[in-house]
């Protein structure tokens, strides 16, 4: 069956450090991998989209990248802020709509 | 924020009771999505549509319906509301339907069913 899975645990992290997190899929073959941000009682929000053909992709403080062979992504925030405290989801495309992932929160302590 | 309003933002109904959610949306996007999310699960797609009157089924369409009669909005209904459909329900829209478009949500309805 197809299954998305990211980090398991919430992720805590000193201000400055980097977060790192993964999105790990099995039985999907997607041709784009998108990242959102959700804020407690909000929708979430679009970061970034990486193709298939790119192996990665930088927005500000954001990395991520795309392992078609490891069927992983990996999601970086450089110099980590509180202000960066959300929970962060990962979508593939998969039958031209998104299946996305459970989420992983991430907490940024001053 | 996208022009997405959902409503209404919360609503506590009985088991067996109808119930509509409302998502409307100033952009004139094609494609309008309905999601519910729930801890452990993520989002999941309920229906789709694809322009005014085009709707397909998502991944959970069980027990829900929706429709479109304007490129603004679209209408999810539980005919019949049972204590599995509480959740948080998220509309989303997207200019293509194509994976690459990202999508823009609304705030969401909290629906809790007693």
């Known amino acids: 069956s197809q299954k998305i899975e990211q980090n398991s645990e919430a992720l805590n992290i000193q201000e400055g450090k980097t977060a790192t997190l993964t999105c790990n899929y099995t039985?999907?073959?997607?041709?784009?991998l998108q990242w959102y941000r959700q804020d407690p009682g909000r929708g979430p929000v679009f970061l970034l989209l990486i193709r298939e053909n790119e192996k990665e992709k930088r927005k500000e403080r954001l990395k991520v990248t795309f392992d078609t062979t490891l069927k992983q992504s990996l999601f970086h925030i450089t110099a980590s802020q509180p202000a960066d405290s959300a929970t962060y989801l990962c979508a593939l495309e998969a039958d031209y709509k998104l299946s996305f992932g459970a989420g992983t929160t991430v907490t940024v302590r001053a | 924020d996208a022009g997405i309003t959902q409503s209404p933002r919360h609503k506590v109904t009985e088991t067996g009771t109808p119930v509509t959610l409302r998502c409307h949306q100033t952009e004139n996007h094609r494609y309008m999505y309905w999601y519910r999310q729930d801890p452990g699960h993520g989002l999941r797609l309920i229906h789709y549509?694809?322009?005014?009157?085009?709707?397909d089924k998502g991944e959970v369409s069980d027990g829900y319906s929706v429709s479109r009669s304007k490129t603004e909005d679209f209408l999810l209904t539980l005919e019949s509301a049972t204590s599995s459909q509480t959740s948080v329900y998220f509309c989303?829209?997207?200019?293509?339907?194509?994976?690459?478009?990202?999508?823009?949500f609304g705030p969401g309805t909290r629906l809790t069913v007693t």
């Open positions: 039985n999907y073959s997607p041709a784009y």
């Open positions: 549509s694809y322009g005014v009157k085009d709707t």
């Open positions: 989303a829209i997207s200019e293509s339907g194509q994976g690459i478009d990202e999508q823009y």
